[in-house]
């Protein structure tokens, strides 16, 4: 067990046990739902976005296993305050993060200045080592891709 991975696993309890941004908005703010059927994992995404394309606000309800509930609690503190543009962009960057060639269309991988910029995000990187939990981890990131296009933006 690496340093590394050791700091990686502090992070991710870290994000299970203190949850960042829970909790519920109000209409106008946008809802969806993302459920994951191998796990149990359900995400809730509440986003508000405002005129000038930046989330204003996020929180997330739901329940499921620990890497599911940190990479949400992750996901929100990464995206709030940043445009839609940039939440997409780190978006394409954890997807990244996590792709396995194993479907034989893996994305690129990403390069260590994404990496960097992915903060704790990054924490979950040796999920990829367990394939079955991978959707657990990107289960967020699809429900607010969903609260995006609901955008249409
Ligand atoms: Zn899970």
Known sequence: MSDLEDLYREIILDHYRSPRNSGTLEPPARKAEGFNPLCGDEII??????????IDDIKIGGQGCSISQSSASMMSSAVKGKTVEQARALMGSFKAMMSIETDGN???????????SLGDLA????????PTRIKCATLSWN???????????
Not at 106 to 116: K, Q, S, V
Not at 123 to 130: D, E, H, N, P
């Open 45 to 54: 995404v509440y986003l508000l976005v405002g005129d000038d394309g930046v």
């Open 143 to 153: 429900t607010l891709e969903q609260a995006l296009d609901d955008l249409g933006s």
């Open 106 to 116: 893996a994305l690129a991988e990403p390069t260590p200045g994404e990496i960097r």
């Open 123 to 130: 924490a979950l990187r040796g999920v990829v080592k367990f």
